[in-house]
């Protein structure tokens, strides 16, 4: 539908960026297309109602049952076909060639209709600047200005021009998340870009600009996602702290022993035990790395990400509760003891304290978790109300001792509760 209107209409309508890349990639038999972007390129001077937008439009009217969504700034639309409930939707961008210009270092670009050699000239890297047309005169023609198809083989991540890493920083994270993805190397010029940009402050800019832009602040935090919750999350965790990438989180950020350790040891645990409900595992791991830095600067990176509230509200409280625990749970020797101090807490704290702490704090935290939380008073409020008790604030201060009693194992069975009760 759209690559007839485009005909008629006498635009050019390109598929580009990942698809193509994966198409080269992959056995066709198993290429499985869920995110495709596609590119108008029309010569188009309306630049505000955008070419992208009206052939989305077009496919809606015909299929009203697929989603359209348009993001107005950007001239771009967005076709969502949910087909099954349990499947991936489907999702095409379409959006009007452009050039983009970024008005100063790691800043949202301004964006100006344009031609397709220069919306492929503004992307990220060569393996990623490719594109293939859908319209006549040469369907199925690809477009390969900048040696995507060589770097695809040669198997390197490359950039299309010197200053890219100095507009947009992030694209740092996307290189190394594309290298260990696809198992590429970053190519060796890349790499010294990279590396120019890091050294040239680029990161200090872009935490002052990450706490100004938003757009730049969800960039950053979903290439975060993407690498954090992927599973080569370790490699290419590994590289960016050998890029010295980590920076652009904080100037302080560096991977250690001791970091590793603690990763590690929340990532097991997530798998092991059913925590997953509690918080995501990219988002803890994140908690983890935040929590490396000195307590004065956790906020401010945790806020500028734009990171949830519980996240944040989480990192404030770290040092306190750490201070408390580590004072209090070495001494506390009854479970019931441990169970008091630990249950006021939410599990992800639990977790991400239990990581950072030694024995025997971290351990006695962990029992709390895998034994402690589960186990239940022999007697109810009902057993309560049967033996003449009425719900009030002894009625708790009953249910809780019982409760400690079981813990510390001088209770086992119901007619053992009521007896410790009634006397
Ligand atoms: P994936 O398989 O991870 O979705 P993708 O290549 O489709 O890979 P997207 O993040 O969906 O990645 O981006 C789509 C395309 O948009 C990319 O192929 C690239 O051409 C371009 N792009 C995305 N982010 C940037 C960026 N920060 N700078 C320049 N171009 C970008």
Redesign the pocket.
């Known amino acids: 539908i759209m690559a007839n209107a485009a005909t008629k209409r006498g635009w050019h309508l390109y598929l ?7 198409f080269f990639l992959t056995e066709a038999k198993t290429l499985a297309l ?2 495709v ?1 596609l590119v108008v390129d029309g010569f188009y001077q309306n630049a505000q109602a955008g070419a992208g937008v009206e052939l989305a439009q077009l496919v809606q009217q015909q299929y009203p049952a697929v989603e359209l969504q348009v993001y107005g700034r950007f001239q771009t639309a967005a076709l969502i076909w949910h087909s099954q409930e349990d499947q991936q939707p489907l999702m095409i ?1 379409i959006a009007t060639a452009r050039t983009e210009f970024y008005p100063y270092p790691a800043a949202n670009p301004e964006v100006e209709a344009s031609s397709i050699r220069q919306d ?1 000239y ?4 060569t ?3 490719m594109a293939v047309c859908l319209t006549p005169p040469q369907p199925g023609v690809l477009l390969d200005y900048f040696g995507g198809l060589i770097d695809l083989q040669e198997r390197q991540v490359r950039v299309l021009h010197a200053n ?1 890493f100095i ?2 920083p ?2 740092i994270y ?1 290189a190394v ?2 290298a260990v ?1 696809l198992e590429f190397r970053i190519e060796s010029q890349t790499e010294s870009y990279i590396r120019y940009a890091l050294s040239s402050g680029i990161y200090s800019k872009m935490q002052e600009q990450v706490a100004k832009v938003p757009a730049l602040q969800t ?1 950053l935090k ?2 975060l996602q ?1 690498i954090l919750e992927a599973p080569y999350w370790q490699s290419a965790l590994g590289l960016l702290d050998k890029l010295g990438a980590l920076k652009c989180l904080h100037s302080s950020l560096e991977m250690s022993d001791r970091l590793w350790h603690q990763l590690r040891r929340v990532s097991r645990w997530l798998e092991r035990f059913q925590f997953h409900s509690a918080i995501a595992p990219w988002q803890l791991r994140l908690e983890v790395l935040i929590a490396q830095l000195q307590p004065r600067f956790r906020h401010t990176v945790a806020t500028n990400l734009q990171l949830p509230s519980e996240t944040i509200y989480r990192l404030k409280q770290l040092e306190a509760v750490e201070a408390e625990l580590a004072q209090n749970l070495p001494t506390a020797q009854q479970p019931s003891q441990i169970v008091r101090q630990l249950r006021r807490y939410d599990l992800p704290l639990l977790l991400l304290i239990s990581a950072r702490q030694p024995r025997p704090t971290g351990q006695k935290i962990w029992q709390y978790l895998t034994q402690w939380s589960q186990v239940k008073a022999p007697l109810d409020g009902n057993d309560l109300k049967a033996l003449g008790y009425q719900p009030g604030p002894q009625f708790k201060a009953i249910l809780d001792d019982v409760l400690a009693a079981t813990l510390d194992q001088q209770l086992q069975t119901r007619q053992e509760a009521i007896a410790f009760v009634t006397e």
């Open positions: 580009v960026g990942g698809a193509v890349r994966d869920q995110d972007d961008d492929l503004r992307r990220d890297f393996i990623n600047a890219s507009e947009d992030t694209r996307r998340r594309f993805r960039r979903r290439e993407y």
